[in-house]
């Protein structure tokens, strides 16, 4: 069983950072894409970044250079990297994985696999 767990959401001022993780545990496929996505109650999910099986990162303009995705393969946790923090980045944040890195930039199928969110809010 595949499990996905997020961590390091939190309440910050805007011009502030935050580094999420996300600890993943059972086996996912190697050539799977992994990235985050980001979804408030009423509102459309929004792809935030995603990293394939070669260490590729997109959309190659992931809020403007702000946040940095990253893995480490050997144990298995995947980062999101926060930077210049802004009112409207509030949201929560799901970390993914899937076959496609598609599904986890948006679209109406939800990807594979997803954790149970870590809330971020960024006040002015």
């Known amino acids: 069983q595949v499990t996905l767990v997020e961590s390091g959401g939190g309440s910050v001022t805007a011009g502030g950072s935050l580094n999420l993780s996300c600890a993943i545990s059972g086996d996912i496929h190697p050539t799977y894409c992994m990235g985050w996505f980001r979804q408030a109650p009423e509102k459309e999910r929004e ?10 990162t997109g959309p190659p303009d992931s809020d403007k250079g702000r946040f940095s995705i990253s893995k480490d393969s050997a144990k298995n946790i995947l980062f999101l990297q926060m930077n210049s923090l802004k009112p409207e980045d509030t949201d929560m944040y799901y970390c993914a994985a899937d076959a496609g890195c598609g599904r986890i930039l948006g679209g109406p199928i939800l990807p594979r696999y997803r954790g149970q969110g870590t809330q971020v809010t960024v006040s002015s």
């Open 47 to 56: 792809g935030v970044s995603i990293i394939d099986e070669y260490g590729d």
